[in-house]
């Protein structure tokens, strides 16, 4: 499954932004789609997932800020992210692992569990 990112931009503390990952074929209910950021100098983290069961996932530092949606007849899950702060500065990428797999660990996302990756949107969030 092929997976397109786009909604990044540039905004300032407290604002909003909606990402939103587009698949080329219905992943549904065949894959976990989840939401990854990677910070310049930092290790990539889990921010947001949802199961082919609907199950959904939210890494602690999201704090109720942020909301991942799936749209099945548009093939497409979003990302609506409210209350932005500087340190939400990040490429956000967006995954997809097979049913099935484990993908959470001691409440974080495995990336390595996911074995398709789009290439990135860039949020920019301004003090």
């Known amino acids: 499954v092929q997976l397109v990112e786009s909604g990044g931009g540039l905004v300032q503390a407290g604002g909003s932004l909606t990402l939103s990952c587009a698949a080329s074929?219905?992943?549904?209910?065949?894959?976990?789609i989840a939401w990854f950021r990677q910070a310049p100098g930092k290790e990539r983290e889990g921010v947001s997932c949802?199961?082919?069961?609907?199950?959904?996932y939210y890494a602690d530092f999201v704090e109720g800020r942020f909301t991942i949606l799936s749209d099945s007849a548009k093939n497409r899950v979003s990302l609506q992210m409210n209350s932005l702060k500087p340190e939400d500065t990040a490429v956000y990428y967006c995954?997809?692992?097979?049913?099935?797999?484990?993908?959470?660990?001691?409440?974080?996302?495995?990336?390595?569990?996911?074995?398709?990756w789009g290439q990135g949107t860039q949020v920019t969030v301004s003090s």
């Open positions: 949802v199961t082919s069961g609907g199950t959904t």
């Open positions: 074929e219905s992943t549904f209910d065949d894959y976990a």
């Open positions: 995954a997809a692992a097979p049913r099935g797999v484990v993908i959470v660990s001691s409440h974080r996302l495995i990336p390595s569990k996911f074995i398709s």
